[in-house]
């Protein structure tokens, strides 16, 4: 029995021995793996396969810079349509051909292009009534809707145009709105861009003399916003033929302006 109890303690003490050897061994390996620590890099050095970089960007002197030009507009833009109702369909859409025809006819002998007439609405619509006897909605009829969008390039004519066709569509005309734009906005964007460059230039010589700093070379230039405020005239009108005024409708352009904005980064020392 003794000899039994010898060789279980010998088994037990050799398989510890074995555990802590292996253990130790195990450490002094991973002792002399070389630890990488992280770097510092350099600003423009890849940070992995990412294709994450650092930028230097941040650091500096940022200005922006807001540009305006204004201009009085040369186009007026229509939109101008009909709406037709009745019992089916068939009688609602043959109603607003007719008008719209009617109209278009006098928009193209007002000289405006057919490129410049630009169909921007049609649809046709179930018109429906609540009905207490049956707790439901009952049809009584539907509503034909044809819109278009027209550019007319003659100023002094938008009034008599839009008088003529509102009396050519009669009681089914729909003049919706009036915006007002130029034909060729890029000059005017141009202007806006230099003085929203020379602002923000200025801002940041200014900025840098009061601080203390000297400017360095430009590292970042950038255009944001490039914003035209609409000049608009909801003139929503429903005519009949004979409501048309003896004189053309007054219409006042107004003027346009057109915004740019800059940002701009300097490198300080």
């Known amino acids: ?21 292996f253990g130790c061994a195990t450490e002094r390996n991973q002792s002399q793996v070389p630890i990488e620590l992280p770097r ?19 650091v500096g002197l940022w200005v ?14 229509l ?11 068939a009688e609602a859409q043959r109603g607003a051909v007719d008008a719209m025809n009617r109209v278009m006819t006098v928009l193209k002998n007002s000289g405006i292009a057919d490129k410049d007439i630009q169909t921007k609405q049609f649809n046709i619509q179930q018109v429906t009534r609540w009905d207490d006897k049956q707790s439901t909605q009952v049809v009584i009829g539907y509503r034909v809707t044809n819109t278009v969008l027209a550019k007319i390039r003659s100023m002094d004519k938008a009034g008599s145009v839009i008088d003529s066709a509102a009396a050519a569509g009669g009681d089914l005309i729909r003049v919706n709105s009036i915006d007002f734009t130029v ?18 230039m200025e801002k940041a010589k200014q900025m840098a003399q ?17 914003y035209t405020p609409p000049v608009r005239d909801n003139y929503m009108k429903s005519a ?11 219409i006042s352009p107004g003027e346009l302006e057109f915004q740019v904005t800059v940002e701009m980064v300097y490198e300080i020392n």
């Open 40 to 58: 510092v890099m350099a600003a423009g050095e890849l940070l992995d396969k990412s294709g994450i970089i650092i930028s230097q960007q941040s």
């Open 240 to 250: 009949g033929a004979d409501m048309a005024p003896a004189v053309p409708t007054p």
């Open 183 to 200: 034909d060729d906005p890029a000059p005017y964007y141009k202007i806006a861009r230099e003085k929203a460059l020379q602002y923000a």
């Open 210 to 226: 009061i601080s203390g700093v000297k400017l360095g070379k430009l590292l970042y230039v950038n255009e944001g916003s490039v």
């Open 79 to 89: 939109s101008i349509g009909v709406e037709s109702q009745e019992k089916t369909v």
């Open 1 to 21: 029995m003794k000899k039994i109890y010898l060789i279980i303690s010998f088994i037990v003490l050799f398989t510890v021995l074995a555990i802590v050897g």
């Open 64 to 77: 922006n810079g807001l540009g305006k030009s204004t201009a009085a507009p040369d186009v007026v833009l």
